[in-house]
């Protein structure tokens, strides 16, 4: 089992130190200057360069520099997304402007084909923006479970009724693992979690599922799958009955890092 200091945690890059700040800085300018090279380049290529299929050359190479400018940006967690989308509006106004210098004095292209090489530009960087939006705006924030040490640890349920389930844990990095169990229909769902995977088990063996080695309480969500990739989230202090959990359903219960919790 991977231990919590394993995990890879997303760190800010900067501690506020002076030194770190402007280090920071500086990694934040050299991908909007090497792109702006390249847009230079490609935007002055009538200039040293005449042929029928420049204006082709030109719109491919502004969407590879779209789609490299949102691959990076996505990778670089010190350059904050809305920034970085307001940028390559900027880069697309001056990579506009500079090939209409250009075409102009070369009388090679028309406006219409610089309103495209702009739009090539933006295109990757548009659709990244939209789906971040989408998720900050459509998305919203998933019910999560975490063990109480005041739950027992004997299952206080011999006697009641039972509906059997099926479990899926993704702990981490791991391997997931299945258990079958028989659940009380007024159990909530995350008490009827903490007993799949404490049962014949010790405290030695249970206890890392669900506290870090500082004691800290790692946090669950539970979802069914459908179809494709859609889920459906459970909530985890409610019972079986009241999330309409059918026999046939396969719960997934994932842990999230440390740090999901404390955010």
Known sequence: MLHPNEQAVEQPYADGTEEETVQTAKG????????????LALGCAPLFYKSGSLALLQLIGFL????????????????????AFRTA??????????????????KTLNVADLFAFAGAFLLPCTV?????????LA??????????????????????????????VLNGDEIPEEYS?????????????????????????WQPYFLDEDGR?????????????????LQPGETISENNISARSEIVAERLPIA???E
């Open 89 to 106: 509006l900027f880069f697309a106004f001056a990579l506009l402007v500079i090939t209409g210098l250009a075409c102009y004095l070369t």
């Open 64 to 83: 590879l520099l779209g789609f490299v400018y949102a691959i990076a940006v996505q990778w670089r967690r010190s350059f904050a997304k809305g920034e």
């Open 181 to 205: 169990v028989a659940v009380p229909l007024s159990l909530p769902l995350g008490l009827a979690f903490f007993y799949a995977v404490k049962q014949d088990r010790s405290r030695e063996e």
């Open 139 to 168: 998305v919203a924030p998933k019910p999560v479970w975490q063990y109480d040490s005041a739950i027992p640890e004997e299952a206080p349920f011999a006697y009641l009724e039972k509906k059997p389930l099926r479990i899926v």
């Open 260 to 262: 999901y919790a404390n």
């Open 28 to 39: 934040n300018l050299f991908l909007p200057l090497l792109l702006f090279v390249a847009g």
């Open 217 to 233: 309480s790692y946090s669950w969500q539970f979802y069914t799958k459908k179809p494709g990739f859609w889920k459906t989230y």
């Open 128 to 136: 990244a923006e939209a789906w971040r939006l989408f998720r900050l």
